[in-house]
C-alpha cells in the first residue's frame, strides 16, 4: 500500500495532475453510485458491476459534468490531498517498522 501512496505522490508533482480526496466523512452532495470519467467533455464512461456504458450524449456529459464539479467541491484541495497522502504512507511505514520489530523479537515463552 506504502508503494502505491507514494506513486500518488509522484504522480501529484506532475503540473498536469491534480489530486483531490474526497474523505470518508464527508457525504457527497451527488448519488454517484459508480465510478465515471469524462473525456474531452464529450464523452463518458461509467463503470458498473457488469458492464461499461459510455455515453456522448451532450445532456448526459453536462450532467456528469456537474456531479464532478460538486464532488471536486467537497474534496480536500490537491495540497491537502497529497500532505493526506503523504501521511498515510508514513503511518504504514511506522506500521511495518513495528511489524518487522515485533518479528525481529525472540518468542515469549508460555507458561
Known sequence: ????????T???AFPNIHIAILKQDVL??????????IFDRGLVI????????RTASRRSVELYDQAFTK?????LSHE???EFVR???ECYKMDRKDLRAESDSPPQ???
Request: hydrophobic share 40%; proline share 5%; net charge negative.
Open 1 to 8: 500500500m506504502r508503494a502505491q501512496l507514494d506513486w500518488i
Open 10 to 12: 509522484t504522480l501529484g
Open 28 to 37: 457527497p452532495s451527488e448519488d454517484v453510485a459508480n465510478p465515471f470519467w
Open 46 to 53: 461509467i463503470e458498473t458491476y457488469t458492464a461499461q456504458l
Open 71 to 75: 464532488l471536486w467541491g467537497q474534496a
Open 80 to 82: 491537502e490531498s497529497g
Open 87 to 89: 501521511l498515510l504512507s
Open 109 to 111: 515463552k508460555r507458561g
